[in-house]
């Protein structure tokens, strides 16, 4: 029943639609609905449920559910570690999160059936109504202009054929970007995809205080020596008897789209240490995969009321794969932008609003992914790669420079030498 302070008109089933519940969608929903807004959030499985993810979040993330109001603190459930393990070139450097103003000294663990379940409860506590097993399967538009009143959806164990009407819908369904392609928003083949294949396994390396980072993985069980794979891999303790295992490809390698990478990841830890574990005996399931949208690569951000949020938008950091701090950063400036636009009449204005959304996101984002662009097509040919490995690792301040820049971890104002310079060429670097 619309209340009296709502805005929604008696044809309309909330003033927003949020499609999907990820870390993107419960973030919009928590936000627009502590601004007092109706919000639907459809989400098409039920929680928990399971999310193909490297479950490790830097401290970029940490921030985003601080700014949410979440306890990251471990007496809340949480992993803490304190940097990352980087191992290549036959080097091993352990560095530590930068000490910074702008973010926590500390990131965080937790697996993602745990972590979208309480993100999506977060977002029910402030208000969102959330309907679980709703597939939604594209746009309505009104036919005269072009503009989004809503969604069609399947919902419930039947599949029941619904529509609910909104004037402004956020797209944050992930790479299927159902949404999007359904208004003719189609991805960019200049833009870097990565794929992601990941296990749990048990093991003794379940508590560990650095997430750990292979650039180069080995198949030591070739019977002609050792054999350079490609990609990277990671090795993330879960802190309850298991260690979350992936690698991933980036499409910018030849290997990507003609290799088996589930073969690929048996193939590297079948040539780790025994006592590790990371054999079939300890795996506690299977091997999951997923693809990695980088560098926006799918645009336009915002169109006739529908707002691409998150992975929808192509918000994954081409420098290392990361997409749940940016998917929560994004969800944030598009709920301030809608926030501001339904408190506006509609028309010029309202859209005026609107429209400061992609422009928000290109401002955060753009320069810093533009550079991760250009540093995916290189790290592609395996030759730089190894000689980036080769020189890079041994040097301490170096590869203190190269986890802030990949990570994005740096002070905007102040800081030090590092800090400005990742602050003033991410600046200055073109985001188109």
Partial sequence: MTSATSRRRPDEDAEVIVVGAGPAGSTAA????????????????????????????????????????????????WLHNRGLRVVGGGVRMELDWPSLADFPPYGVVRPRNDFDDLLARNAQRAGARLLQQTTVTGAVTDERTGRITGVEAKTGPERVPVTYRAPLVLACDGVSARLALSVGIEKRDDRPMGVAVRRYYTSPRTKD????????????SNRDGPKLLPGYGWIFGMGDGTVNVGLG?????????????????????????????????????RIGGAALPMGFNRMPHYRNGLLLVGDAGGMVNPFNGEGIAYAMESAALAAE?????????????????????????????????????IFSKLIGNPAVMRMATKHGLPRATLMRFVLKLLANLYDEKGGDAMDRVISTTTRLTPSA
């Avoid at 039920?46 to 993330?61: A, M, S």
């Fill in 30 to 77: 928590t936000y627009l609905a502590r601004a007092g807004l109706d919000v639907l959030l459809l989400e098409k499985s039920v929680f928990p449920r399971e999310k193909v993810c490297g479950d490790g979040i830097t401290p970029r993330g940490v921030k985003q559910l601080i700014d949410l109001g979440i306890d990251t603190r471990e007496e809340a459930g």
């Fill in 209 to 220: 205080d650095f997430l750990e980072s292979h650039l180069e993985l080995w198949d030591r």
């Fill in 249 to 285: 490809i980036l499409s910018t390698s030849k290997a990507y789209g003609k290799t088996d990478y589930r073969q690929l990841m048996r193939s590297w830890l079948d040539g780790t240490p025994e006592e590790w574990g990371f054999r079939e005996e300890n795996a506690t399931g």
């Fill in 337 to 373: 932008c809608v926030v501001h636009a339904l408190a506006r009449p509609t028309g010029f204005s309202r859209e005026q609003a609107l429209r400061r959304y992609p422009t928000a996101v290109q401002q955060a984002l753009g320069g810093y992914f533009r550079m991760g662009n």
